[in-house]
């Protein structure tokens, strides 16, 4: 565990709020669409994480050994994206019978995107992602303090 | 009585003094610092991880080393305890107190050097 152990981390804290945010983007893109390769209207895709141990060397391990806290858990850990998923939620129906998916009483399947909802996530991921940036600057400086010894 | 001066003894007394009590007590916590970095890093990287619980290190002073404790911050619906001004205001405390040990690492040196060279004068 070095100072490199940590910016690998941040590093992937970047690449899973990306991702997020990918999928962010690709939500409001679609908030209106109504047809898909699976058919029916776009539905919400949103990713889920978990934390992935970072790998001890033997002699961190032995150094630690009672250190760690009592119930098993590895302290330090990267994050992971697992998957997307998509949202159960139904689609909301619109009437509009001049639209060309309209059903036969003039009902549209329109995806189940709320654009606030999205705007909301969009910022929290964002500021995840500058707070991972802040990190890796701050790594970096220290790193370079220790070029200076 | 004179008191007899050991050649050999005064030149370990002096390597001990000079050479590797501060810069193994600085070294030790420098190797903290990096390792509470490593800490906080993780904490912000998995601030939306759900049932992520975020530890802090901190130094056990009776026990002369750093031990895992979890930051006594409330649990968020998703089971995730990361309170991200708390860590970035750990993050600032970290670098600073890391840059002021490496700082007083490169002054032992820079005293050292200045023994070695002022000495020959």
């Known amino acids: 565990m070095n100072l490199f152990t940590s910016l690998d981390i941040s590093s992937s804290g970047l690449t899973a709020q990306r991702y997020k945010m990918n999928l962010i983007s690709s939500n409001i893109a679609n908030a209106t669409t109504t047809r898909t390769p699976a058919g029916g209207p776009y539905r919400r895709q949103d990713a889920t994480f978990a934390a992935r141990p ?87 400086d220290m790193i370079r303090n220790t070029l200076k010894i | 009585m004179p008191i007899k001066i050991d050649a050999e003894n005064t030149t370990q007394i002096i390597q ?33 991880t759900p049932n992520y619980r975020a530890f802090d290190l901190i130094m056990n002073e009776k026990l002369q080393r750093p031990e895992f404790v979890p930051t006594p911050t409330s649990v968020k619906n998703d089971g995730n305890s990361v309170d991200l001004d708390l860590e ?5 405390e970290n670098q600073l107190m890391f840059t002021t040990l490496t700082m007083s690492l490169s002054k032992r040196f820079e005293q050292l050097r200045s023994v070695i060279a002022e000495g020959r004068k």
Do not use: C
């Open chain 1, 54 to 140: 970072v790998q001890l060397s033997f002699d961190e391990m032995l150094k630690s050994y009672g250190a760690q806290p009592m119930f098993g858990a590895q302290p330090v850990n990267k994050v992971e994206v697992i998957g997307t998923f998509t949202d159960p939620r139904q689609p909301n129906l619109v009437y509009d019978p001049s639209h060309p998916d309209a059903d036969a009483n003039g009902v549209v399947a329109m995806p189940n995107i709320s654009p606030i909802e999205e705007m909301g996530n969009l910022l929290s991921t964002l500021r995840a992602y500058e707070a991972n940036l802040t990190v890796v600057s701050t790594t970096k």
């Open chain 2, 16 to 48: 001990r003094r000079l050479f590797d009590q501060p810069f193994l007590t600085l070294e030790d916590r420098i190797d903290y610092r990096a390792r509470r970095q490593s800490l906080i890093s993780s904490n912000i990287a998995n601030i939306n």
């Open chain 2, 88 to 92: 970035m205001s750990k993050l600032t």
